[in-house]
């Protein structure tokens, strides 16, 4: 596990950084398997986002990213931490959780 420092934008960059660390970790071909988002809620406020790209024969490859932290941790299909990516800049949660 490494720890990396990145910038992104805005919620479409994370959203893409997200998607393709995934693919290239798991050596899956880019475009081809969906990813789901959900917005994770602690005490009423948005608190992160919640990443799932399924991959070939149900399997499925995490990535949380922590808005406190402002970091992404990423996750193989047994739930084993492979990555921590510390960002350098903030996505607004906001536009996504209104």
């Not at 490494?2 to 660390?21: C, H, K, M, W």
């Not at 988002?37 to 490859?61: D, E, K, N, T, Y």
């Not at 970091?71 to 800049?89: C, D």
């Amino acid at each position: 596990m490494s720890a990396q420092e990145f910038p992104i934008r805005d919620l479409g960059d994370l959203r893409s950084f997200v998607y393709s660390t995934l693919c290239n970790h798991e050596q899956l071909e880019f475009g081809a398997f969906p990813m789901t988002q959900r917005i994770l809620v602690r005490s009423g406020r948005a608190c992160g986002i919640f990443f799932c790209l399924h991959g070939p024969r149900s399997v499925r490859f995490i990535a949380i990213w922590e808005t406190e932290k402002n970091t992404i941790l990423f996750y193989n299909s047994t739930g084993e931490r492979f990555l921590r990516v510390q960002l350098s800049e903030s996505p607004s949660l906001a536009l996504a959780a209104g």
